[in-house]
């Protein structure tokens, strides 16, 4: 168990709506990762937030948007959903400080594997 | 840009064979690096990491060497089990005015018995 729970372990849903996946990290961790792993793209990284504040962005489409609240859980929001979003999505966190820590090791959750129809 | 490239898979191979997964990987500055094993149905976790050249990582029989001149971490296994088999990726951290934690695309391993 890496101490890390993302919710909800899985999800199907129709073309062009939207979902909302969600991420608890590990106590104490500041730093929370998404990203996106499909077969043919391996683990894409998606975005990055430290206590509370956006610090990286990867390949993160227009319609997806994430957050981190000040109890430090992270929500990524899917909108106007594609088939070719399906896939798992997972959240990892880590203790590092942004600018900080040159070697850290991420914990990752378990993933929400989304299933658009 | 920054980036880590390993080997395609899957890779096959028979109890107790040796095993390489090759790693290479682009950086500007001086990267951290790791290898994350995933296990089926299961989110990645760390096996071994290397902070700085020369160094080596080494956990449960695998072992990765950070080479700096051939900026390489490969991947070795002297002697795997069915238990191994997974998808091992290899990432680097790197602090270059932003924090950067990059994977390759994973490579899948089959151990048969």
């Known amino acids: 168990d890496s101490g890390v729970t993302q919710t909800p372990k899985h999800l199907i849903t129709a073309t062009g709506q939207r979902v909302t996946l969600r991420c608890s990290p590990r106590?104490?961790?500041?730093?929370v990762y998404w990203y996106q792993q499909s077969l043919d793209q391996g683990l894409q990284f998606l975005i990055q937030?430290?206590?509370?504040?956006?610090?990286a962005k990867g390949n993160i489409l227009e319609r997806f948007s994430a957050q981190q609240f000040p109890d430090l859980h992270s929500e990524l929001n899917l909108s106007s959903l594609e088939l070719g979003d399906s896939a798992l999505y997972f959240c990892?966190?880590?203790?590092?400080?942004?600018?900080?820590?040159?070697?850290?090791?991420?914990?990752f959750g378990e993933g929400s594997r989304l299933t658009v129809l | 840009g920054d980036s880590v490239t390993q080997m395609e898979g899957p890779v096959t191979l028979s109890e107790e064979a040796f095993l390489t997964i090759n790693c290479t990987y682009t950086a500007t500055g001086y990267p951290s690096l790791f290898w994350y094993v995933q296990y089926p149905g299961e989110g990645l976790q760390l096996l071994l990491k290397a902070t700085k050249a020369d160094d080596k990582g080494s956990n449960k029989g695998f072992e990765a060497t950070y080479r700096k001149e051939t900026t390489s971490f490969h991947l070795e296994k002297g002697s795997v089990q069915v238990s191994d088999s997974a998808v091992y990726f290899c990432a680097l951290s790197l602090n270059s005015g932003t924090y950067k934690y990059i994977f390759g695309t994973g490579t899948r391993l089959k151990v048969l018995a």
């Open positions: 106590s104490g961790d500041l730093s």
């Open positions: 990892a966190s880590s203790v590092d400080l942004p600018g900080g820590l040159k070697s850290g090791e991420l914990f």
């Open positions: 937030y430290y206590n509370g504040e956006e610090r």
